[in-house]
């Protein structure tokens, strides 16, 4: 083909408008918790699709944390070969469709597309390829047109045993992995039911969690164990595992659940909840719950949210869908400043949740019952950067406002459990994240590993698959220099 030729073809692509997924209208969506994306039609995608100009370079398989060959998965959807673009992603991916849901890809995938920095004749930018949307219909196609999640194959077993702490995304990439190349794993974790936060956190109207269910029978099929209601550290040690019930090797992927607290007068009060107790009781079926945590949150009818990252609007999602008639999210500094996705913004705005910026809660005021019935806000300045980057929020003097507070949820980020890393033979860090070598997730001692959350802080599902996958590569890699396994 001549270079006239090529850019004509490029042209020609770059020409092909952004194909629109469809959603449900917010009126209908807040009537219920199902996904706010809809099946994205199949015309709309193979278009979709032919909007990769292939570039040689592809810095979308850079920018995503798992490598995905994304160009080459799109060009067999264009050509029709759907089973086969699945079949790529799941190269590189373990959760390739809760990626496609969950990703933030303007700042991964999508936001190095070359597509999206090609200059439309009006001087504007043409929008970047839809990866992540693609990603999630061809593996939710291969899903219903094989009727199930494709099995990994496993090698024969090696008789090497892998305790995994954790089943988010982390632990399960790790236990996948591991039990395909023939050691046997088993996935402890002290929820009821496995998942970690894809379970205990992200709501269904981001994700389905018949996918997460159907996911864990697949992993189940392919041989590995779990054991829930099981807090490692509490009632068994790591010690115990490794010494007495003989695992080769641990990999801990315990996440950072712990919620911050906002340390304000008044956050004790009743119906004032840290945001996963409220997302797990808002969004989840009892028995899939421990007892303590069964009842429905008390929403009323204002319900205050206090953060502005992507678990403030998972929180002010849910208030609206649980009922409250005002929905309000405090967040100290600007809508510039916020750290969450524009896209969840604006899909809480089109959902009725109001934000007040530039505010933060000074105290909870509670009734005689001892429940919380308003909240005193203060107004806030910017100052300078601080060490984060962005503009430090100060005080305005005698700017304090109360509003009424039916319900209150504390969103303000998480950290890692400092109580199980302090009783944790591995060294941590004063936050109580796990010190690994950067290259192959282990630890200070030999027959640990350890990636996901619990490594990072609160950070994305895919980097917690890209650690699991590393780390699954590296803990295979130890167990064969142990040589043959004992027979027991
Ligand atoms: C509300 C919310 C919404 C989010 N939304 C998104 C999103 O849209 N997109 C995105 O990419 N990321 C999102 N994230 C972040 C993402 O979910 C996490 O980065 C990811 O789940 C981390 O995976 P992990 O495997 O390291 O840990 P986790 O998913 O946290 O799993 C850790 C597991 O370890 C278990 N555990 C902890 N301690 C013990 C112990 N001592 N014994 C036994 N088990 C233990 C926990 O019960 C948990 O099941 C969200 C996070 C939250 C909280
Ligand atoms: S895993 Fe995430 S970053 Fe990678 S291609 Fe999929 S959506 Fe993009």
Partial sequence: MTTNEQTRQINDRLNIPRQPVPKQAPADRVTNFDETYLLMDMGAALVEASRCIDCPSAPCMDACPVH??????????????????????????????????????????????????AIRPDGGLHPPVAIGRLESFITDNERRTIGRFPVRLSVPATGRRVAIVGSGPAGLTVAEELQARGHSCTVFDMWPEPGGVLRYGIPNFKMSKQILDEKLQSLRDQGITFVTNTKVGTDV?????????????????????VGNP?????????????????????????????????????????????????????????????????????????????????????????????????????????????????VELVKMELGEPDASGRRRPIQVE??????????????????????????????TDRWGLVKVNDRTGQTNVPYIFAGGDVVNGADLVVTAIADGKRAATWIHQHLSNMGPAKKG
């Fill in 398 to 427: 005698g700017s304090e406002y109360t509003v009424p507070a039916s319900a209150v949820v504390i969103a303000v980020g998480y950290g890692a459990d400092a109580e199980f890393a302090e009783h944790m033979p591995v060294e």
């Fill in 237 to 257: 040690t790591l010690d115990a595992l490794h010494d007495e019930q003989g695992f080769d090797v641990i990999f801990i992927g315990t996440g950072a659940g």
């Fill in 68 to 117: 995905n060959d994304i160009p080459a998965a799109l060009k067999r959807l264009e050509d029709g070969d759907l089973l086969g673009a699945a079949a790529k992603f799941r190269e590189t991916s373990t959760l390739p469709e809760m990626c496609g849901r969950l990703c933030p890809q303007e700042s991964l995938c999508e936001g190095a597309c070359v597509v999206g920095f």
């Fill in 262 to 374: 906002l340390r304000a007068p008044g956050e004790e009060l009743g119906n004032v909840y840290p945001a996963t107790d409220f997302l797990v009781r808002g969004n989840l079926r009892p028995d899939e719950l421990p007892e303590h945590l069964r009842e429905k949150p008390y929403i009323g009818t204002d319900v205050v949210v206090v953060g502005g990252g992507d678990t403030s609007m998972d929180c002010v999602r849910t208030a609206i869908r649980l009922g409250a008639q005002q929905v309000t999210c405090v967040y100290r500094r600007t809508e510039a400043e916020m750290l969450g996705r524009a896209e969840e913004r604006k899909h809480a705005m089109e959902e009725g949740v109001t934000f007040a910026y530039l505010t933060t809660p000074v105290r909870f005021i509670g009734d005689p019952d001892g429940n919380v019935q308003s």
